[in-house]
């Protein structure tokens, strides 16, 4: 049975927030590359391809560009885990 936990330490990889922003900012990632909201997100997260493609399922924002997949993750102040999209992911399997 999978749990949150191993969800997110098997697939979330690193935070990478400065570095999205920063190819955001500079116009090397292009909207294109875009999926999802990106007015709410407040960190990103460097993630496997496999959970880039369950998190955009659930509507969560995706970049994907440069052979990477980045998570734009909507909330903070929480472990990853207690995401609530972590808990559908995970219940999806279980």
């Not at 994907?64 to 808990?87: F, K, L, P």
Request: net charge negative.
């Amino acid at each position: 049975m999978l749990t949150e936990r191993e969800l997110v330490n098997n697939h979330v990889l690193c935070g990478q927030s400065t570095v999205v922003e920063a190819l955001i900012k500079t116009g090397a990632i292009p909207d294109e590359s875009l999926y999802g909201e990106y007015w709410e997100v407040m960190e990103w997260w460097l993630v496997t391809r496999w959970l880039a493609e369950k998190l955009q399922e659930q509507g969560e924002v995706i970049i994907e560009n440069c052979g990477c997949h980045w998570w734009g993750r909507q909330c903070s102040g929480q472990a990853i885990y207690m995401d609530a999209v972590m808990t559908d992911i995970v219940e999806s399997f279980n």
